[in-house]
């Protein structure tokens, strides 16, 4: 008798291309420019690791035994600190935050961990990071686009998780207070999870005001059925430590942690420390913020110059740029020139005449757009 096809392969044909293969050959072309490559496609910090964070690194490297799934108490408290100093979140549940190997992999993994499968809804923004799709699909769940709860309709009682993206990646739009505490209100009369991404919350240009899911402004104090995503890559430079965290509810904290502890997945002892350090330690990223409102300030004059308008882009790493166009032709006309971008179309069709321009490169990289572009 036939084995019988594993459910878990029947997901995986679900999922869509990786996107990023088909930017290979533009990348080619841009790599053979006789000034090299300009590469603003992909967010990858190239400043270096603050030495704050890599002496705690190096201090906490002996580390014989396993760590703890949940996360030291010192890190918790850390990161309900950070949320109350720089993020207006007073009183945050220590036991309410769960470091995590990197943002990507928890949303990608947390329909799985809330136990969301077949029947399941899971929105997101129409513009967005292909994750938050595949995360659904990985689930066996459907993945919804939609950015208002209209567009939901009566599907809404299929509704097991609700994603909000602010700073947008890759549109850097800021969702404000009203409309996330009717994202929350809406939400929790389905009895739905939301779960937000600010992992540009530091970086906001033409902001003030950054809210998180879990400001009191917006989730009337109780943090039930909440999880704020977040993480250090950007603002610390630490993508290549995936140093990590989710926050909000303690039950649903505690039911992503016991899954996380019987699948083994925690974060390094000496990271944990290295991000407890991260956290509390406000200059660093004071100082990195100021290299990248300089580079955002000579890109985005490149641009505008070369005849592209810049949408929305009020915090974040990333330039939304368009020149009326269809995305592939951007990205060829820009290939041609040794620059390589992120065409829009990868973040949904909504993005078909964007393309995504990093500020991820340094100094000299952005000074050669300017040229190329001017």
Not at 174 to 196: N, P, T
Not at 213 to 238: E, F, M, W
Not at 267 to 290: I, Y
């Amino acid at each position: 008798m036939a084995a019988p096809t594993p459910s878990a392969g029947a997901a995986r044909t679900a999922l869509p291309d990786f996107p990023w293969d088909r930017l290979a050959p533009y990348g080619d072309r841009a790599r053979a420019h006789p000034g090299g490559i300009v590469d603003l496609s992909i967010g990858t910090p190239v400043d270096p690791t603050p030495a704050v964070v890599r002496d705690a690194l190096v201090a906490a490297s002996d580390a014989p035994g396993y760590p703890q799934t949940y996360g030291t108490p010192a890190l918790r408290e850390a990161v309900a600190g950070w949320f109350a100093r720089r993020r207006g979140v007073p009183g945050l549940d220590p036991d309410g935050v769960l470091p995590t190997i990197g943002s990507k992999e928890l949303v990608a993994w947390l329909p799985t961990l809330l136990g969301l499968g077949p029947g399941d809804l899971v929105v997101h923004p129409e513009v967005a990071y292909p994750s938050y799709d595949v995360g659904a699909r990985l689930a066996g769940a459907a993945p919804l686009p939609a950015d208002g709860t209209a567009q939901v309709g009566p599907a809404a009682s299929r509704v097991g998780l609700v994603w909000v993206n602010s700073p947008s990646n890759p549109t850097g739009r800021v969702l404000g207070v009203e409309h996330l505490a009717k994202v929350v209100a809406w939400a929790r009369s389905i009895g739905a999870v939301v779960a937000s991404d600010e992992c540009y919350a530091e970086l906001g240009w033409d902001v003030e005001d950054v809210p998180s899911i879990l400001d009191p402004r917006v989730c009337g104090g109780s943090h039930d059925g909440l999880l704020a995503v977040y993480s250090t890559s950007k603002q610390s430079n630490l993508a290549g430590y995936r140093a990590a965290f989710a926050a909000g509810d303690p039950v649903l904290v505690r039911r992503l942690l016991e899954v996380r502890k019987h699948a083994g997945m925690m974060m390094p002892w000496p990271v944990q420390e290295a991000l407890r350090v991260a956290v509390g330690d406000d200059a660093h990223v004071a100082e990195q913020k100021e290299r990248y409102r300089a580079r955002r300030e000579v890109a985005r004059a490149a641009l505008l110059g070369a005849g592209f308008t810049i949408d929305h882009s009020e915090a974040g790493l990333y330039l939304w740029a368009t020149r009326g166009e269809p995305c592939w032709d951007t990205v060829d006309r820009l290939a041609a020139r040794g620059v390589l971008v992120a065409p829009g179309a990868f973040y949904g069709a909504a993005g078909a005449e964007h393309v995504r321009v990093a500020l991820t490169a340094t100094d000299e990289r952005i000074a050669a757009l300017a040229d190329r572009l001017a």
